[in-house]
């Protein structure tokens, strides 16, 4: 049997009172905190609504199930922590948003997100939402970015910009869930000074 793949369309809102936003924050947080713990496959409707003090009823008036917690987890921290940069120069920008990135892996939402990643493999719907919302989201920054430095004259004019955004990504998630090394800024200093300024830039 063929396993379907995430649409994106947005489920059918449940009657009752107005959604809680707040309510709807901490309750994510929840979803977080449990699958840090425990893993995707393991997080329950049950363990995140004792995490959150609340009954599981409030949780299905949000969400029909785990999955679609997950994904709609992950929109809103693509939404809330993946700042876009503008400093006017294109070291800047890559240093100021691989800083933020690092920062967000390295906190608390990072164990979720080597849960989570370590779990596509197995999920084939949960990788396609995950892919077309939170690592869509990464890679469009880092795009925009190197559009922006090419306006600016920055940019070699055979600049390999796909190589350039996976290798933005790449670095901070190897060292997240493969070497357990630090995300430090002397770390982001050397992916973008020895690394992507050399690949993409002008006179490097």
Known sequence: MATPVYSGATRNPQRGRPRDATRDDALRQAALEVMAEVGYRALTMDAVAARARAGKATIYRRWESKLDLVIDTCTQLAQQNLAEPDTGSLAGDLREFLSAFAA????????????????LPHEPELASAFRGTFLTAQRDVLRRILDRAEERGELRQDAPRGMAVELAGAALIYRLMLTGDPLDLPFVDRVVDQVLMPLVAKGQ
Request: hydrophobic share 50%.
């Open 104 to 119: 967000f892996l390295s906190g608390p939402i990072g164990k979720a997100a080597q849960a989570l990643v370590g779990e």
